[in-house]
C-alpha cells in the first residue's frame, strides 16, 4: 500500500476444527433462525457441504439489467433502538467505511461497463445501510444494461470475482492474497446462485458461511475485512469476529 501496488484489499482467515460430526441439514436450519440473510443458501456435492447465511448479492440479471450489490462497512447492533440509531448514524457518516464502499463502488462499475451498454451503468444507492440480527452493513447498488450483442454469462465473467471480496485494483489484490492468505479460500467468497432457461440469475457472494467435508470431518469457516491505509489491526480483528459471531453461536449450541 505505501508503494501504491493497492489501496485495498479485503485479507480473510479460516477458523476450524478437525474430527467433527454434525448433521448438515439440523445446523443449517438453526443457522438460518440465528441469521435469516436474503441469500443464504444449502449446497451438497458429495461429501462437501456449504452452509451459508450470506447477506451479499454477487450479481443478478433480469430481463437485460443486471444489478450488483458490494457490502463494505460493518457495524454491530446495539442493546436498544436508540443505541442501535446511534450506532447506524455512525456508520453512515463514517469517513473510512465510506471510502471503502466507494473504492468498490467504483471497481464494480468498471467490471460492469465491459459487457454494459454505453452510459447504462449507474449507481442506483450509494452507502445504503441495512440491518441484520447481528449487524447492520453498508451496501451500495449498482445497475447495467447488458448489451444484446453479449452472452449473459459473459457478464458474470466479467464480474468474477467479486471486487467486495478481492480490494482494488482487483488483479493485484488477487495476487497478494494468494501470496499472504495462509489458507486456500476454496468455494469461500467465490458465488452460488441459479440460471433461468430465460438466461436471468441470481448468485450471492458465499460469506458468513460453513464449510464441511464429511468425509475426514472438517469443518471451517473464513471471515475478513477491508484493509487500507487507515485500518486499525484490532478493530479489524474485531470486526471479523462480529462478522463471525452468528455462526459461532450456531456451532455452540450445536454441542
Known amino acids: 500500500m505505501r508503494r501504491g501496488d493497492i489501496y485495498e484489499i479485503n485479507f480473510c482467515q479460516e477458523f476450524f476444527a478437525e474430527q467433527v460430526c454434525i448433521n448438515p441439514e439440523q445446523l443449517y436450519n438453526h443457522l438460518k433462525k440465528v441469521s435469516p440473510t436474503p441469500y443464504g443458501c444449502f449446497y451438497k456435492t458429495r461429501n462437501h457441504y456449504?452452509?451459508?447465511?450470506?447477506?451479499?448479492?454477487?450479481?443478478?440479471?433480469?430481463?437485460?439489467k443486471l444489478i450488483s450489490q458490494p457490502i463494505k462497512g460493518t457495524a454491530k447492533r446495539g442493546a436498544n433502538k436508540e443505541e442501535d440509531d446511534t450506532i447506524k448514524h455512525h456508520l453512515f457518516t463514517d469517513a473510512k467505511e465510506r471510502a471503502e464502499n466507494i473504492m468498490?463502488?467504483?471497481?464494480?462499475?468498471?467490471?460492469?461497463?465491459?459487457?454494459a451498454?454505453?452510459?447504462?451503468?449507474?449507481?442506483?444507492?450509494?452507502?445504503?445501510?441495512?440491518?441484520?440480527?447481528?449487524?447492520?452493513?453498508?451496501?451500495?447498488?449498482?445497475?447495467a444494461n447488458l448489451r444484446n450483442d453479449i452472452h449473459f454469462v459473459e457478464a458474470i465473467k466479467q464480474?468474477?470475482?467479486?471486487?467486495?471480496?478481492?480490494?482494488?485494483?482487483?488483479?493485484?489484490?488477487?495476487?497478494?492474497?494468494?501470496?499472504?492468505?495462509?489458507t486456500k479460500r476454496g468455494l469461500y467468497s467465490g458465488a452460488v446462485g441459479?440460471?433461468?432457461?430465460?438466461?436471468?440469475?441470481?448468485?450471492?457472494?458465499?460469506?458468513?458461511?460453513?464449510?464441511?467435508?464429511?468425509?475426514?470431518?472438517?469443518?471451517?469457516?473464513?471471515?475478513?475485512?477491508?484493509?487500507?491505509?487507515?485500518?486499525?489491526?484490532?478493530?479489524?480483528?474485531?470486526?471479523?469476529?462480529?462478522?463471525?459471531?452468528?455462526?459461532?453461536?450456531?456451532?455452540?449450541?450445536?454441542?
Open 117 to 143: 451498454t454505453k452510459g447504462s451503468v449507474k449507481v442506483e444507492e450509494l452507502c445504503g445501510i441495512y440491518s441484520f440480527p447481528q449487524v447492520h452493513q453498508m451496501i451500495s447498488t449498482v445497475v
Open 50 to 64: 456449504l452452509l451459508s447465511a450470506s447477506p451479499e448479492r454477487f450479481i443478478k440479471k433480469k430481463g437485460t
Open 194 to 255: 441459479y440460471i433461468t432457461p430465460q438466461g436471468d440469475f441470481d448468485f450471492n457472494v458465499v460469506i458468513r458461511s460453513i464449510l464441511y467435508n464429511a468425509t475426514n470431518k472438517y469443518l471451517s469457516f473464513m471471515v475478513g475485512g477491508a484493509i487500507t491505509m487507515q485500518s486499525n489491526p484490532e478493530k479489524e480483528y474485531e470486526e471479523c469476529l462480529l462478522k463471525a459471531k452468528a455462526i459461532r453461536k450456531t456451532l455452540s449450541s450445536n454441542n
Open 159 to 182: 464480474c468474477f470475482p467479486m471486487g467486495s471480496m478481492t480490494g482494488a485494483p482487483k488483479i493485484r489484490a488477487m495476487k497478494l492474497i494468494e501470496q499472504y492468505e495462509s
Open 104 to 115: 468498490i463502488v467504483d471497481l464494480v462499475r468498471n467490471d460492469l461497463s465491459h459487457t
